[in-house]
């Protein structure tokens, strides 16, 4: 049975608006649903391990709220990357949620497993705001892996739109452009997802389900 590891930050606090966040839990519940059907096995893993901290959480958003009680345990006590070995999973999936911008561009130990991961064979993938972990991704060779790749990401102008720009650390779009990716992106907030062999990416939440699809479709096609 193939397994993706859902990589989760482990940030909680909004720069200094006074808000708490964390991932964005509809990022993860939905796509892992789209895993679990198709025979899947999910885990997780966080940056500092333990209890990974949470956002987005709806009203009236029954799959997230099933996931959260099908999976308290496991999200209660999240492992770190280097308690993890690579050969272990087919996929890592970096979710999204604004604490990302601030823990996973230096979160080397979980970049090192992703590394491992897609050069065992398998899937690396993240969406919105996720791709904030493939920035310090670099593959044996000294190449980044989103370098001359099709990547899609939280944009710029969904940044502004969110009133966050000022929040964040930095603009995730630019750093990929930076790093040699190609950014592919579509209208704000609109579903959007890319597969660049097996490298897989989404623009925003609404994009989530469809790249744990483009995942099981690379996988399938190894």
């Avoid at 823990?103 to 993240?126: C, H, M, R, S």
């Avoid at 990401?153 to 929040?167: M, P, R």
């Avoid at 939440?205 to 399938?220: D, F, H, K, M, W």
Wanted: glycine share 10%; with cysteine; aromatic share 8%.
């Amino acid at each position: 049975m193939p397994t993706v590891l859902f990589a989760l930050t482990s940030h909680d606090t909004l720069g200094d608006t006074g808000r708490k966040t964390g991932f964005y839990v509809p990022e993860v519940a939905h796509p892992a649903q789209v895993f679990t059907a198709a025979g899947w096995k999910v885990a997780f893993v966080s940056v500092k391990g333990g209890a990974a901290p949470q956002d987005g959480i709806k009203p009236g958003d029954t799959v997230s709220a099933a996931f959260l009680a099908d999976h308290a345990q496991a999200l209660a006590t999240t492992p770190t990357a280097d308690q993890l070995k690579a050969a272990d999973y087919d996929a890592i999936y970096y979710a999204g949620g604004h604490g990302t911008m601030w823990d996973f561009p230096q979160a080397t130990a979980l970049a090192t497993l992703a590394t491992d991961i897609y050069e065992n064979g398998g899937v690396v993938a993240a969406v919105c705001h996720g791709p904030a972990g493939l920035l310090p991704v670099v593959l044996s060779n000294g190449t980044p892996l989103v370098a001359g790749r099709k990547v899609s990401t939280f944009t710029n102008e969904e940044e502004e739109a969110a009133g966050l720009t000022e929040t964040v650390p930095f603009a995730l779009e630019t750093a990929l452009v930076e790093l040699g990716a190609n950014v592919t992106k579509t209208d704000n907030f609109a579903a959007h997802a890319v597969a660049d062999g097996r490298l897989v990416t989404g623009q925003n939440p609404a994009s989530a389900a469809r790249v744990a699809e483009l995942v099981i479709e690379q996988s399938t096609a190894l």
